[in-house]
Structure formats: structure tokens, C-alpha cells
């Protein structure tokens, strides 16, 4: 008796090559994308949120790896930049993202959170999502951003952009410009506030900022100047011209060439018995100036209700800033 039965026969075709098909559907590998992440027909589409190069499925169907997929495999990863170059601007936000690159030059982007972040330098924090908080700064700072997504690793660089002359730190709304402050203080003093008098010669920081002056050292003499040029800062000074009766008196002063940007406010009165002032109504004359600050005069006037004025003084304010 001859037993009656089947033989089958197993094709092993290249992987890369095969082609899923059924009585619905027909898959070609060439339309396979990103890593075998996602596939299409003209019947359905596999999109990478079901799983990547390895099993997917969804209600209709499951798509087992080996059956129709792409080996493919990550090669590097790279940090997405919105902008080149990355800027942030201080105190705000900005959400960055992680792309694998495979070694078919397909790109995937990564699901928030598949990266580990961290800072490498600058004044910024980083979640594990990959969100990018700023601090506030005195000046445009540098700052560089770390990821690694398994065995691979990229950074990228962002300045952090200053947009407010007064939100730094302990120096933070006193009313002076936070750069000055660091300039001449630190970064941390505790004596920045307008009052302060850091080197003790009776002028506090309001003066020696709108005057030009070093906070932190005492003045080796007057006001002084040579043609158009400002040789040495100082308090302001009263200057004689002509003789006798033709004499003249002016005020000098000293003024920053910024001092509209710093909301800075020069006003200059007189007196004829230090009780009543009287502000003047005259715009300054400039005299002389280098590249921060400038020498201004203005003309005592001739009288002041029935006294000679035979005084001055310069009051400082540092007006509030426009809503």
C-alpha cells in the first residue's frame, strides 16, 4: 500500500525583497519608509506609532516583524533646531526635539522623553521632556544643551538674549542697569541698590552711575576736560567765565551718553539761599564727551525771585518704566 500524502516546499527569498500579499491587499518593500516605521498600499497605511521595525498591528490586521519590514539601524541622532542660529530670549521657553538617523539616511523623530537631556554650560535648565527654560540674564550668554538617546549624543548651542537692562539676579528692579552693576560689583553684591555707597566718599551708586563714576573707587579729582574731549569724570562743578561785572556762571555736570535708555532723568536747579529752588528752564550745552559719557553746562539764570542765584544742585531720578 502506498500512504498517500503532501510535500511541502520552503523558498527563502531575500529579506529586503519580499512582498506581503494576501486576497485584499499587496505590500511592496519599496514603499517602506523610516526604519520599517511606517508602510502604505493602496488598501491601508502602517503609521510608526505602532511600533518600530519590529510588530504592529491595529483592529483590522497585525504586521509580525520578519513578514514585511526594513532592517535598518540608528547611526546618530541630531538635536531638530528651529532656527540657525538658536536664540532664546531670557526668562522664556523652548521645546526641543531629538531625530534618529538610520543608516539608510531615513530620519524618525523621536517620541518626547526617548532622550535623557542636561546642561552642559549656560544659565538654563532643562526638563526630561526636552523643554528649555531660560534665566535671566545682564548680557547675551552662550549656553549648550546635552542629549543622549542610548549610545548616541549631540548638543546644540542657544544664546540666551538679554531684553531687560534691570531683572538680573539681586540687582533685579533698583532702578540701576544690571550690566553696570556686574560691571563694577559682581554678579552677587548685596550694596548695588541706588543708596549704596560701596567706597564710602559720600556718593551713592545713583550718583556715581549717572555721573560716570566708579562705584568702587574715590575720585582723584574735578571734572575735567580739553576741547571736545572729557579727560576725567566727576561731580559736578561751577564754572566761572569773563570777569567783573560780565562775568557768567554755568553748571557742568557730568551725563551718560544712555541715559534715555536707562530711564535717567538730569534736572538741574538753582538757589540764591539753599531753601527755595527753582529748576532751569534752559537745555544743556554739550561740551565734550568720550564713549560713555559726555560734559554738559547750563547757564545760572539772572534772577531768582528779587535773589541772585549763587547755587545749584543736580537731582537724579530714575523714572518708571512705560506698561
Known amino acids: 500500500m502506498v500512504a498517500a500524502g ?3 516546499v520552503l523558498c527563502l527569498l531575500p529579506f529586503t525583497a519580499w512582498s506581503g500579499r494576501s486576497g485584499d491587499y499587496s505590500l511592496s518593500p519599496a514603499i517602506l519608509d523610516a526604519g520599517g516605521l511606517s508602510a502604505a498600499s493602496a488598501n491601508y497605511r502602517i503609521n510608526f506609532s505602532a511600533g518600530p521595525g519590529a510588530a504592529a498591528a491595529s483592529t483590522d490586521y497585525r504586521l509580525r516583524a520578519g513578514y514585511a519590514g526594513q532592517l535598518a539601524e540608528v547611526v546618530t541622532i541630531a538635536i531638530a533646531e528651529p532656527s540657525v542660529p538658536m536664540t532664546l530670549i531670557e ?3 523652548i521645546q526641543l526635539g531629538v531625530t534618529a538617523i538610520y543608516d539608510d539616511d531615513t530620519k524618525l523623530d523621536l517620541p518626547a522623553g526617548a532622550a535623557s537631556w542636561s546642561v552642559q554650560s549656560g544659565p538654563i535648565t532643562v526638563g526630561q521632556a526636552g523643554m528649555v527654560t531660560a534665566s535671566a540674564v545682564y548680557q547675551t550668554t552662550p549656553s549648550v544643551v546635552f542629549a543622549i538617546y542610548g549610545t548616541f549624543s549631540d548638543t546644540v548651542a542657544l544664546s540666551i538674549v538679554n531684553n531687560g537692562l534691570d531683572d538680573f539676579g539681586p540687582y533685579a528692579a533698583d532702578g540701576l542697569p544690571d550690566l553696570w552693576q556686574v560691571q563694577y560689583l559682581g554678579e552677587s553684591s548685596l550694596r548695588g541698590g541706588q543708596t549704596a555707597d560701596v567706597d564710602g566718599d559720600g556718593f551713592n551708586n545713583l550718583m556715581e552711575f549717572a555721573f560716570g563714576m566708579n562705584p568702587t573707587q574715590r575720585p582723584t579729582g574735578a571734572l575735567a576736560w580739553t576741547g571736545s574731549t572729557l579727560l576725567r569724570t566727576g561731580i559736578p562743578i561751577l564754572s566761572v567765565g569773563g570777569s567783573g561785572s560780565a562775568s557768567t556762571l554755568t553748571a557742568v555736570f557730568a ?14 536747579e538753582f538757589s540764591g539761599d539753599l531753601v527755595t529752588w527753582q529748576p532751569s528752564s534752559s537745555t544743556p550745552t554739550v561740551l565734550a ?3 560713555e559719557t559726555q560734559v554738559v553746562s547750563v547757564p545760572f539764570p539772572l534772577s531768582l525771585t528779587g535773589k541772585k542765584a549763587a547755587f545749584f544742585r543736580v537731582k537724579l531720578e530714575v523714572l518708571p518704566v512705560a506698561p
Open 289 to 291: 564727551a568720550n564713549s
Open 255 to 268: 551725563r551718560r551718553l544712555d541715559y534715555l535708555a536707562a530711564n535717567l532723568s538730569y534736572k538741574v
Open 91 to 93: 526668562s522664556a521657553s
Open 6 to 8: 503532501r510535500f511541502f
